[in-house]
């Protein structure tokens, strides 16, 4: 096991520990950013050889102005509605979400749905008092509750006037869930993605309070995912023909960051956060290494090690006085009274609440970069990053190489393209 993933180096450092890393002098260790990868470019040449010209289709995904509602056809191929220019901002698509079970597991779906379809719908909101252990989920009564509230609508058609859709994998990290980056999940979504995310058994919180940690089968579970998006039936059918899951990115956090480092033979994007770094692989095209500066549960040397050790093309952003999770939306779940997720399982006793919060909550100091953003951040990078690959648009590639100027947030970057 990697040292920094076992239990003994889970523990905070000592108070009066320096946080303010921004009060220091900001130290960018960037590389020259190139204008776009080989593999782009090689397709763009493709279409100039076929065509004569660049056309439609075979540049970025915005090279005609299309009418308001109308899809463009990306350099990828896919026809899809046109994105904002800058990363940070929300999709054109409503978001849809179902729910489906593969294995046993829980498994969250979310989409582009039809637009217009969420007129009058309510936004999906999530109990987290679900994903406790039986004995432990009828001691926080509804006032006390940590609702989590999604930019997303149960059950909305998906919008099958456009596609196919690239794929985006989801891996939640220790004591955590499946919706726990669920700003991030929705944003990509909302941009033209299908993302999927499973709570894992010997992973998810459930487990974790029930010290149920044996069994535990990150591999296997992805595979099993991933053979399900291949063939889409049963809770997944309605992602058949509607889907290009050749199309894949794969994303996770701390040990879910782990849990998607070896994928490289099927995913061509791969983003590790607050986690180490990625092997080679035969499809991948792209890594995104993200950290935070002042994690004590990761340290932030793990994601530069990782980052020195992984192929190129590849990136890293350190987002500066910020701890291990920052790339989640667990510091920002909070109930009516403001009280974390770790302040209401203390308080109503739930077990193994006081333990959690002591070696994997990490980051949610008023001191410590807000939420909203670390997430802003985090959804600018990690679209860019999956939209310069499985979009195949430039103008990613273009807001990946300014982004530590343009975010304060961002402490440390490096790229090698």
């Known amino acids: 096991m990697r040292p920094w993933l076992r239990p003994e180096a889970w523990l905070r450092p000592e108070a009066g520990t320096e946080r303010n890393y921004l009060a220091r002098r900001r130290t960018l260790r960037v590389r020259r950013w190139r204008s776009g990868s080989i593999t782009q470019g090689m397709k763009r040449l ?3 050889m076929l065509t004569g010209t660049l056309i439609a289709g075979c540049g970025s995904s915005t090279d005609v102005e299309p009418a308001a509602g109308e899809p463009t056809v990306d350099a990828c191929g896919a026809k899809l509605l046109p994105v904002p220019e800058d990363p940070a901002e929300r999709g054109p698509s409503p978001v849809g979400v179902r729910t489906a079970t593969l294995g046993g597991r829980s498994v969250e779906i979310w989409y582009p749905a039809e637009l217009g379809s969420e007129d009058g719908e309510k936004a999906e909101v999530y109990d987290i008092r679900t994903l406790l252990p039986d004995s432990e989920q009828g001691k926080i009564p509804d006032a006390d509750a940590p609702f989590q509230t999604c930019d997303c609508f149960r059950d909305l058609p998906i919008d099958d006037k456009r596609g196919p859709y690239p794929v985006v994998v989801f891996i939640h990290g220790t004591a955590a869930f499946g919706t726990q980056s669920l ?6 979504a909302s941009r033209g993605f ?3 995310a499973q709570d894992h058994p010997g992973l998810y919180l459930r487990d974790f309070l029930d010290l149920n940690l044996g069994g535990r089968d990150l591999e296997g579970d992805t595979q099993q995912l991933l053979d399900m998006l291949d063939a889409p039936e049963g809770d997944f059918a309605f992602l058949q023909d509607k889907i290009d899951p050749a199309q894949l990115g ?5 040990a879910g960051g782990a849990g998607v480092s070896g994928w490289g033979d099927r995913a061509k994007v791969l983003i590790p956060m607050a986690a180490g770094g990625v092997t080679a692989g035969k499809a991948l095209e792209s890594t995104l290494v993200l950290g935070a500066v002042n994690d004590a549960v990761v340290p932030f040397s793990a994601q530069t090690d990782g980052y020195a050790m992984a192929p190129e093309p590849k990136r890293l952003f350190g987002l500066g006085n910020a701890g291990h999770l920052a790339f989640s939306d667990l510091c920002a779940l909070l109930n009516e009274e403001g009280q974390d997720f770790i302040e209401i399982g203390i308080e109503h006793e ?8 002591s070696t994997l909550w ?4 008023d001191s410590d970069l807000a939420p909203d953003r670390a997430a802003r951040v985090v959804n600018a990078v990690t679209a860019a990053a999956f939209e310069e690959t499985l979009r195949c648009d430039d103008r990613a590639t273009k807001a990946l190489a300014g982004a530590a100027d343009r975010f304060d947030e961002i402490a440390e970057a490096e790229s090698a393209l």
């Not at 794969?250 to 701390?254: E, L, T, Y």
């Not at 990490?362 to 100091?365: A, L, N, P, R, S």
């Open 194 to 196: 299908v993302v999927v």
């Open 46 to 48: 493709a279409c100039v």
């Open 362 to 365: 990490d980051g949610c100091e």
């Open 250 to 254: 794969m994303a996770g956090h701390s």
């Open 350 to 357: 739930i077990k193994l609440a006081e333990a959690a919060g």
């Open 183 to 188: 700003t991030q999940v929705t944003h990509w």
